[in-house]
């Protein structure tokens, strides 16, 4: 199960921070990704690390602002939001999953959390 919290309502320049938690497994070698979906859009794919490499991915929208980040004494995801904007609204979900080809591919996780939505105002 991974749990999302953090999520919130912010001024346009300000950050927040997301945490995704798993209870009943452990990542180990799973990539975890950060996915976001506004109203009427399709869902995108924002970030994603993985466990047994460290390496992180970005979108281009948010290269520069937003930073995904791992404590696996905690069993934790983050992505620290930076720089936010009106158009970084939408809910985030946190996904993982075991051999990830394409890390911003939803169809290749099967591990979702609930959501948590992020709201950014003018």
């Known amino acids: 199960q991974l749990v999302e919290s953090g999520g919130g309502l912010v001024q346009a320049g300000g950050s927040l921070r997301l945490s995704c938690a798993a209870s009943?497994?452990?990542?180990?070698?799973?990539?975890i990704a950060w996915f976001r979906q506004a109203p009427g859009k399709e869902r995108e794919g924002v970030s994603c690390i993985s466990s047994s490499d460290g390496s992180t991915y970005y979108a281009d929208s948010v290269k520069g602002r937003f930073t995904i980040s791992s404590d696996n004494a905690k069993n934790t995801v983050y992505l620290q939001m930076n720089s936010l904007k009106p158009e970084d609204t939408a809910v985030y979900y946190c996904?993982?999953?075991?051999?990830?080809?394409?890390?911003?591919?939803?169809?290749?996780?099967?591990?979702w959390g609930q959501g948590t939505q992020v709201t950014v105002s003018l």
């Open positions: 009943g497994f452990i990542f180990d070698d799973d990539t």
């Open positions: 996904a993982s999953d075991l051999l990830v080809s394409r890390c911003f591919s939803p169809e290749q996780y099967d591990n």
